[in-house]
């Protein structure tokens, strides 16, 4: 499961942060009062990924509205655990095929 540890709203002011597990990237980034957080599938990254496969929600800017986002980010991999799963296989094959 993705961590807080080591991971806090300042460093997210100067750079949007970036990630993946097992089939599912993360994207996090600040606007202002607003934490941005998205989940889509990989291989490609977030700018590369049709806005139609991208999850979003937003969270306040704040250390505790940064868990709240690391702890959605884990549910939506929990609800979806095969799905990523399947993914994470087939990346590699989506990527031959694009």
Do not use: C
């Amino acid at each position: 499961m993705i961590s807080t540890i080591g991971l806090n709203i300042k460093a997210l002011k100067k750079e949007p942060l970036s990630g993946s597990y097992h089939g599912m990237r993360f994207y996090l980034s600040a606007s202002g009062d607003t934490l941005n957080t998205w989940v889509y599938p990989e291989p490609w990254s977030f700018e590369v990924t049709p806005d139609e496969q991208k999850e979003q929600k937003e969270f306040v800017f704040t250390q505790e509205g940064l868990d709240e986002a690391i702890v959605w980010i884990n549910q939506r991999f929990d609800e979806q655990r095969t799905h990523w799963e399947q993914i994470d296989k087939d990346k590699m094959k989506i990527v031959l095929e694009a």
